[in-house]
Nanobody
């Protein structure tokens, strides 16, 4: 079975940075993507970013594209989400998920448990 584990969430002041990690186990991710999604209080889960394990292509939501960077380390089967210039509206539970590169959560099969990111004003 495929497992995904997020880490790196926490508390940070506005303007600060965090790096989230998504570690995969149990299956190779060749020809698969890893997406980042988040769920803010009172809102639906929304797309943040995705990266292809094999091709290195990335997609970002408009709200984060100038501030967040998704990267990968295939040897470690880990995907990172570097979050800079954090804003209070970035506060959410962040999830990583394995799929085929879609920006919609329904197209991902394997999900991590989520990690809380809280950005104070």
């Amino acid at each position: 079975q495929q497992q995904l584990v997020e880490s790196g969430g926490g508390l940070v002041q506005a303007g600060g940075s965090l790096r989230l990690s998504c570690a995969a186990s149990g299956r190779t991710f060749s020809n698969h993507a890893v997406g980042w999604f988040r769920r803010a209080p009172g809102k639906e889960r929304e797309f943040v970013a995705t990266i292809s394990w094999s091709g290195g292509s990335t997609i970002y939501s408009e709200s984060v594209k100038d501030r967040f960077t998704v990267s990968r380390d295939n040897a470690k089967k880990t995907v990172y989400l570097q979050m800079n210039s954090l804003k209070p509206e970035d506060t959410a539970i962040y999830y990583c998920a394995a799929g085929l590169g879609s920006t919609t959560s329904r197209d991902y099969v394997y999900w991590g448990q989520g990690t809380q990111v809280t950005v104070s004003s």
